[in-house]
């Protein structure tokens, strides 16, 4: 089998006349992997990303109204149907939350210190959402710092699980869902963002940081992945 797929790539690569010193083209190489993937039973995980009562509250009408108008109006509903409906399909959810390790969080990293950013631990704070709450025996994986692989044993947990496509929602954006998804690009996991269920500060940030990290991810709406997790 290896030699006979070593052999069809060779003549294919033959009859482009290919040149060892020219630039590739990755928009025209021959690449047998792709990310639009079919979503397969024991494979895939949606990674719920800061949807918790320190960061979704209803105090961010007033302080983030933009942000908070889009997490009520499409973030939140997208994502309990994604919830919905990886659970119908007994596919694993794991939620990020962003909650200090010690009392006075010191284990935070220094960016997490320099910003103020941080929640005690077992604060009501550091809770997911209560219109997202995690079911019996979902991960729920506290962080402290803007990247899910850095300071959680995410990576460990994907592995042991037996986890491929990791689909992302949740906020910001243009952070930690940022952080998420190319992180676990780099790790060997087929990311996909399910953009219209993570929200960042602005509609504007949001769209920026959705071009920024297109090329690590396939992009899809909730619909998309509803519709591959019913098609399978």
């Known amino acids: 089998m290896i030699g006979d797929r070593y052999f069809i ?23 047998p992997l792709t990310r639009d993937r079919p979503i397969t039973a024991g494979k895939a995980a949606l990674l719920v990303v800061d949807m918790q009562n320190g960061t979704c509250g209803p105090e961010e009408a007033a302080r983030r109204p933009e942000f908070h108008s889009a997490l009520t109006s499409r973030v939140i509903p997208n994502i309990a149907q994604l919830l919905r ?104 996991f087929y990311m996909t963002c399910v953009h219209d269920a993570c929200a960042a500060e602005t509609e504007a940030r949001h769209q920026a940081a959705l071009a920024c990290f297109n090329g690590y991810c396939r992009m899809l709406r909730t619909a998309d992945v509803v519709g591959l997790i019913t098609a399978g």
């Open 85 to 188: 409906t990886f659970r119908s399909a007994r596919l694993e959810v794991i939620y990020t939350v962003i909650e200090n390790l010690t009392a006075d969080g010191r284990d935070r990293s220094l960016d997490y210190k320099l910003s103020s950013m941080g929640f005690p631990m077992g604060s009501p704070e550091a809770q997911v959402t209560p219109a997202l709450a995690p079911q019996k025996d979902e991960l729920v994986l506290p962080k402290s710092s803007s990247s899910v692989f850095n300071s959680t044993t995410l990576d460990y947990l994907l592995r042991n699980i037996g986890i491929q496509d990791v689909f992302v929602a949740g906020c910001l954006t243009d952070q930690c869902i940022d952080h998420a998804v190319k992180d676990g690009a780099d790790r060997g």
């Open 9 to 31: 790539l060779s003549s294919a690569l033959a009859q482009q006349n290919f040149d060892a010193m020219a630039p590739t083209n990755p928009l025209t190489s021959i690449n």
